[in-house]
């Protein structure tokens, strides 16, 4: 009888972490979705049609990004968020919206580049748990060329 309760116990308890780890992949797809969901809005929003063109293993929703700095492209995503979004969020709109980069760690130059705009009182940085999410500090006359200027 106990081992029959040790053992539904160990059962129990791989089942919990199954489900915790399904739970974790649950999340990551629904961020990667939300996104997703975000770049078709703002497709809609400026009338243009969906393009799906792969590169890579990424796809690319639209080229809107392509021609613009790292630092521009970052000022234009957060403009159109109403919300603080992570590094990650970021990133992946990058990649959506066509941004190109020859550099291995895009991540990490995200980083430094939002780390600089915060120094340089654009962005602002909000700690979520262990992470930090961000958006732009406000824009007296609402325009984004200026907040563009602020950082080229």
Request: proline share 0%; glycine share 6%.
């Amino acid at each position: 009888m106990q081992n029959q309760h040790t053992e539904l116990a160990r059962l129990a308890q791989r089942y919990k972490v199954e489900i915790d780890q399904k739970r974790a992949e649950i999340e990551a797809l629904v961020k990667k979705q939300k996104v997703l969901q975000d770049a078709i809005d703002l497709l809609d929003l400026e009338g243009s049609g969906i393009q799906d063109i792969l590169f890579g293993d990424d796809i690319i929703v639209s080229q809107k990004y392509s021609g613009f700095t790292l630092k521009q492209a970052i000022i234009d995503i957060l403009y159109n968020n109403t919300r603080a979004i992570s590094r990650n969020d970021i990133l992946e709109s990058l990649k959506l919206g066509g941004f190109t980069s020859c550099s291995s760690n895009m991540g990490g130059d995200v980083s430094v580049a939002l780390n600089k705009m915060k120094k340089a009182n654009v962005v602002k940085q909000i700690k979520r748990g262990k992470n930090y999410r961000y958006m732009m500090k406000e824009v007296k006359n609402d325009d984004v060329t200026q907040a563009k200027a602020l950082v080229n």
